[in-house]
Structures are given as C-alpha cells and as structure tokens.
C-alpha cells in the first residue's frame, strides 16, 4: 500500500473512546500514513506494559489498572476493549515496529488529584475502583471525569450537542449514522477526512464552551502538549495522535512551553503502580457506572467484527441464542428479522439499520411481541459477557499471583456470567475450593457468596454464586497489605479483627468464618479475644446473639475435622449463664424489645440442640427445658416470649398437647387485654415454622382461637388486627384457605366443648390409625434411598392408602 501525502504537522487522530466505528476510522489513517510514532492518550507509566499488547494471550477487554502504592484503594482504570480506538492503534503500531507511549497526564498525579478533591471538606469519596481515566460525561470523546468540577459548570456532553444540533433527540443514533454505518466499501475516501471534519466540529464546540465544565482537562491538555512536543524533536512530524476527539482543539493550539509548565506546577504527586487486568463487556456499558460507557458493548463489538452483512450476522447469532434456550426460531425468522430491521431502518431514514431497528425487528419476529425472551438478547448479546485474559507476564501483587495459581489448581476460572457452584466437603477438590473462597471471604474479596443450595442442606454440603468482576483486582491489590498468600494474608486478617472486635457476637462470627476458612494459626488469637469477651460481656442479649454461632462453628468443626474441644467448653459455659439470665431479661419489654428478644430465644433454642450433638452438654437440653417452662407460665414474660416458648416444648415433646390447650385457654382468657393475647398467638402460631399446619391439624388450639377472637371487643378489634394480620400472612395460600374452611363449618368444628380431652375433634378420627400411617413408609423409604425396596413396595402402599382413603 502506497503512503498517502499528509500535511506538515502530527496527524491528530480525534477519537470516540470504545467507538467500532472510530477503531476502523484509525486503522485505516494509520496504514494510510505510515506514521513514524503513535501517541495515545493514556497513562505514561503503562509504556513498559504495552509489549504484552501483542502477546496472543492478551484478549481483549483488558484494563490498565494503576492504584497508590500506599493505599491500593486509591485506584482507576484505563478500559480498552477490541473496537476501541486506542487498542487498535496500539495493535497497529506493535504489528508494524513502529515505537508507541502514551502521553496522557501520568496517573501519580491524577490519582493524588483525585484524592485531595475526596479529602476536600464537604465531599464524600473514597478508593477509585469505578473511577476510569478514558472517558467523562462527554460521550466518550473526553478524558478521564473531573471530580473537580465547580457547581453551575456543568459538563457538556459534545456528542449530545452535536446530535441536537443535526435534529437528533438520541447522541447515540446520531453517531451511529454518521460514524458506526458509515459505508465501508464504495468510491475512495480520504481517511484523514472524518477525523478533519471531527476537529472541526469540536474547535466549534470549544470555542463556545471552553473546557466544558472539565477543569482538570487544562492540566492534562498541557502534559499532553509537552509529551508532543519532545515526540517531534525525537521523530519529527511525521507522528500519528490517537485521543478524545474533545482534545484535538487543544493539541493544534499553539502555545508556549513554559505556559505549559506553569499549568503542571506544584500538582500533588504520589507512588503509583501500573498493570494489565481483564475487563468485561459488562463493566463496559453505561449502567455500570463506568463515566465512558456504552451502552450495547456486545453489539458494538459485533460492528467491529463483522467482515460484512453485520445485521445478517447479528440475527443469526440472535437466533443461535434463543435457540439454546429451547425456544423454536427458524432460519425463515432469521429471514424475516432482517428484511423487517432493513425496512424499519429506510422508514425511519437511516443509512444502515441499528440496534433500535433490529432489537424492534427481533421482538416483533422472534420473540413474538414478548420482551421477556428479548431480555436474555440484551444481556447475553448487546451488552455481553464477554471477560478479557492477561498473560501471566503481567506484574501483579504476590496475593495476585497466589490467587491465580490456586483457581488454576481447583479448576475455578473466574468468569463474568454469574453462576451456581454445588460443593461436597467430603471431596478434597470441593473442600480446598470452599476453604479458598471463605478465605478471600475474610480479606473482603467479594468473588463468591454462599448460596442456598438446591440438593442436600447437611453439613457436608454448600452452595456459592460465583461472579467475577474487574473491581477485585483492586480488592486484591487492597488485601495484599495482610499478606503476600491467601493464607498468610486471611490468618493475619482475621487476627487483627479479633484483636479489635469490641462485641462478643464479632468475635463469635469470626470464629465461625475463620473455622470454615480453616485457619488454624488465627483461631488460637480469635478463642482468646472470646474467652476475654465472653467473661466481660454479663448482658444476655450479646451472649444469646453470640452462641447461635458458636453452635455453627462447632458443627463445621465436626465436618471439617478440627479439634474444636476449647470452642465448645466457651459455647457450653456461654449457654450455662444464658440459662440463668434469660427468665429476668424477658420482663418488663415493650413490643419492640419482645419481638427482638424472641428472635433471640429461637436462635438459642436451635443452638443449644446443636450443642447437644457436638459437646457434652451435661443435661444442657433438660435446662434449657426448665427455662422455657419458667417463660410459658410467668405472666410478667411478653405474651410474644410466653407463647414462642410454649411452641418450643410443644414441638420438643416436652409439653403435652391438654397443657398446651390449657396454656393458650389462659393466655386467651376474658381477662387478658386483647393486645397481650394477640402477642401470645403471634408467639404460639406466628412465622413460617408450621404454626398455620398446627392449627389445621388441631381444631382444639384453632377453636380457642377462633372463640377468642369473636370475643374480641369492636372497640379494641383495630388494635389488635394488625399483629394477627402480621401472623396469619406467613402461612402459605393452602394453609390460609384450609383454616377459613374449618372455621367456616361453625362453632361446632371449632368450639372447645367440643373437644374434651379424649374426644375426636369434627373432621378427625378417634385416635391414630397406625396400619394407615405405616402404608406410607415404604414409600418415605424409597424417596430417601434408605434401602432397595423397589417400585413395587411404594405400589402396594400407595393401593393400600387409597383403599383407607
């Protein structure tokens, strides 16, 4: 190819960032022209970076990511994704041994500048992991956002202004039109043309609004004036600029060195550190947060892509997807799409059809008017998941480097598509992974949370939701201050945590992740900081919030084989005093402090029955027992507490079904105020805990209630119903609509006399039918796995109950 003539002068390569159109637009000026250097606007600590451009293991997106040495908090990122400008420059340069920096202000004093203006009085900021120095509010022609921006100078976007002033209401159709779907093929066109005509708008554009409302841009316009001024000293003129289009005005302005100098004077200046981390198409678009965003990545990479035919192909890839997802899409809807996406496009005078065109043709044609189909289209494919790859070459933090070794070694590729992962702790494979991620759980890594799981809810089981964002490469970064491994770095953290803990329920929660994390070097720091506040901590609510977890720590202990003897003479002393100081703390609440309190009592309750499958609980069961006998009968307890305890011995079978009935007949009595009877039933009946199924299956604790509540004075009938409607709202529809169908029958289905001691309730048998309860064992049997019965044994018990029907 033969090398255009150019003017005297660098070529100045305005540029959307992350703009398909604007990638081809460069590639072609830069084989055009033949430059003997390539200036791209960006950090110019990431010079040593740019060699692993060209390393085939560097997939785009990609981001350079610089943080503060002393703060790894302190950070931003550079995106650059397949179609964006600057990476096909970079590309082009490596290809074609033509040397390539960058010239942007260097990222130690933007990222000091970033954090003078979050310590200024008044301003609230933090760490920089959404923060990206590519692109503001301007569309993506600009530079990094400024922060800095004085209150009534609003940014401008140029982008916006331009679309206005061609008569569009949408920048992003307007560039589309006049960019993304400029014809490719046809007569020859100068490729310097659209960037001259570019230039020209924007030296338009900044001639009315000065900086924009970009204050910093004066600062960073001036070094990147410097940088270009030592390039043609070095390589003459003949020098290509690849920026935001918005600085193209800046660059031609002739201005004098020391004007420029005078601007970079006295600019706060910190240690920084660069490198190359994967991006996603994800964290590309608009909604992200990301200040130069876009908002269809994966339809922008399509544009950029596609050899030809894009809406063809796009359609294609559409049809592959919904197809995947079992829905009928044949190549006749393909077909159709198209020709309705062209005609869609000449109806509304479009040079080439776009994405409002094709998303409007897929609705129509392939998702059958539905835009629930058209939401997995969207996600999947315009703005995608596509995750980039760095090569190992990269520096990264040794807490990088160790966290990359272990995914490889279990097999965890982070990926950018959410997704479920089942674990087994009785495979070493599944036991590593789930000690890996409670360990980056500890060092705040957010990779994975736990996650109910589908199958199996035993101890040997768990679930995690897996996603992997670019933003924990900055949690890296952060983390790496603990330690130089995950290990090191997790034990160290969490035995800072336990030394400054201040609640016993801190300490206690920290026990229970350093366990399940498996950090035997932390845990003898963490028991201390409990023993010490365990015996200084004499309030019952702190100790009933602190054994729930005790009680889990020493179950996973059990799993996971750890020696977790000392653990459990703390849970064993801390139930002990809970014992004792429980029946006092439950007097004199209001509604408030019983409800909370009766949280609390459930949570010990379901520990102290863990406890007594782990540890010698030395008849632990029996006083806790005693305990809740003390709650149900003291008439000075809540109603919320009594009733909640009188449940609890119900279900142990420490309380016969007469003394239930008994209990609720006095708590529903004439001379109970209405409020404190409402509490007692909210205690007895209320959550998602079967209450609603105890009722359906005893027509005499139902027929207390039912009398009792057609007791209830008109007057004070308001006041109670709020708390009986928080109650009976947890039941499932069934259960609702049973309990209306039994209390509909009339006073005889639920009127106490009716239902003396020994007496069958309406509806019920006498007593139990044990040959009819026992036709369902076979069955139970073969639902569990528990022996080889067959097919034929569940048969034959589901005949017999459908004779007994």
């Not at 959410?418 to 500890?442: F, G, P, V």
């Not at 026990?511 to 003898?524: V, Y």
């Not at 007469?658 to 007949?665: E, F, K, P, V, Y």
């Amino acid at each position: 190819m033969t090398r255009a003539s150019r003017p005297v002068g660098p070529l100045l390569l305005g540029v959307r960032h992350h703009g398909p159109g604007s990638a081809r637009a460069v590639r072609a000026a830069l084989e055009a022209t033949r430059p003997q250097a390539v200036l791209i606007e960006g950090p110019p600590e990431g010079d040593a970076l740019l060699p692993l451009a060209a390393d085939e293991r560097m997939r785009p997106p990609v981001a350079l990511l610089a943080h503060a040495v002393d703060d790894p908090g302190q950070a931003a990122f550079w995106p650059l994704a397949a179609f964006s400008p600057e990476w096909v420059a970079i590309r082009w340069a490596l290809a074609h041994d033509v040397p390539v920096r960058f010239i942007d202000l260097p990222a130690a004093n933007s990222l000091a500048m970033t954090q003078a203006v979050e310590r200024e009085p008044g301003r609230d900021g933090g760490g920089g992991g959404e923060a990206d120095g590519t692109g503001g509010a301007d569309g993506g022609v600009d530079g990094e956002p400024a922060p800095g921006c004085s209150p009534g100078h609003a940014p401008i976007d140029p982008i916006g202004v331009l679309a206005g002033t061609a008569g569009y209401d949408d920048p992003e159709r307007w560039w589309e039109d006049v960019v993304e779907h400029r014809a490719q093929g046809g007569e020859a066109v100068d490729p310097r043309a659209p960037f001259a005509a570019l230039a020209e708008a924007m030296t338009a554009l900044r001639d009315v609004y000065g900086d924009g409302g970009h204050p910093r841009d004066a600062v960073r316009e001036a070094y990147m004036r410097i940088q270009l001024r030592k390039a043609v000293k070095e390589f003459g003129d003949d020098i290509a600029v690849v920026c935001g289009a918005w600085h193209v005005p800046a660059l031609g302005t002739r201005t004098t060195l020391a004007a420029d100098r005078a601007l970079l004077k006295g600019l706060p200046k910190l240690k920084a550190e660069l490198t190359w981390v994967p991006w996603s198409h994800r964290r590309l678009a608009r909604h992200s947060g990301y200040g130069a965003g876009i908002d269809s990545p994966g339809w922008y990479g399509h544009l950029f892509e596609a050899a030809d035919r894009p809406i063809e192909r796009w359609m294609t890839k559409v049809a592959g997807l919904l197809r995947d997802e079992d829905r009928f899409v044949s190549s006749a809807h393909v077909i159709e799409a198209v020709r309705l996406a062209e005609t869609l496009a000449a109806l509304r005078g479009r040079p080439l059809a776009g994405l409002s065109e094709t998303i409007d043709a897929i609705r129509a044609v392939m998702c059958e008017g539905s835009d629930v189909p058209l939401a997995l289209v969207r996600d999947r494919l315009i703005v995608g998941e596509t995750l980039g790859e760095v090569p190992d070459t990269a520096p990264a933090v040794p807490l990088q480097r160790d966290l990359t070794r272990q995914q490889r070694t279990l097999r965890l590729k982070p990926e950018a598509l959410e997704r479920e992962l089942e674990l087994d702790l009785r495979k070493d494979t599944d036991a590593a992974r789930s000690r890996l991620l409670h360990r980056l759980r500890i060092l705040a890594i957010g990779w994975g949370e736990p996650a109910t799981g589908r199958g199996s809810t035993g101890t040997f089981r768990e679930s995690w939701r897996l996603r992997w964002e670019p933003e924990l490469y900055v949690q890296v970064a952060e983390a790496g201050t603990w330690g130089t491994t995950v290990l090191s770095a997790a034990t160290a953290k969490a035995g800072a945590q336990a030394v400054s803990a201040t609640a016993l329920a801190e300490v206690t929660a920290l026990a229970e992740r350093c366990l399940l994390a498996e950090l035997p070097e932390a845990l003898p720091v963490v028991m201390r900081a409990l023993a010490d506040r365990a015996a200084l901590d004499a309030d019952v609510g702190h100790l009933a919030d602190a054994l729930p977890a005790l009680a889990r720590t020493l179950r996973y202990g059990d799993v996971r084989s750890t020696d977790t003897a000392a653990l459990g003479e703390v849970a064993t002393g801390l139930a002990g005093r809970i014992c004792v100081g429980l029946p006092p703390a439950c007097t004199g609440l209001d509604a408030d402090g019983a409800a909370e309190l009766r949280r609390k009592v459930d949570g010990v309750h379901t520990a102290i029955g863990l406890l007594a499958g782990t540890v010698p609980a030395g008849g632990l069961r029996e006083r806790w027992a005693a305990v809740l006998h003390k709650l149900a009968a003291r008439d000075t307890v809540a109603g919320v507490i009594r009733g909640r305890s009188t449940r609890l011995l119900l279900d142990d079978g420490r309380l016969e079904e007469d003394d239930a009935a008994r209990l609720m007949g006095l708590a529903l009595s004439p001379g109970t105020p209405p409020a404190d009877a409402a509490a007692w039933i909210e205690g007895f009946v209320g959550g998602a805990d079967g209450g609603g199924m105890l009722l359906v299956h005893d027509e005499r604790l139902l027929g207390l209630v039912d009398a009792w509540l057609a007791g209830v004075p008109a007057d004070t009938f308001t006041d109670v119903l709020p708390l009986l409607r928080r109650t009976f709202s947890a039941y499932e529809a069934g259960v609702r609509r049973t309990l209306g169908e039994l209390v509909r029958r009339g006073p005889a289905a639920g009127a106490p006399a009716a239902t003396a001691a020994g007496t069958a309730a309406p509806g019920f048998g006498p007593g139990l039918d044990e040959a009819r309860a026992d036709a369902v064992v076979p069955v139970l049997r073969l639902l569990l796995g528990l022996d080889a019965e067959g097919a034929e044994g569940a048969e034959n018990a589901m005949e017999r109950l459908g004779a007994t029907g």
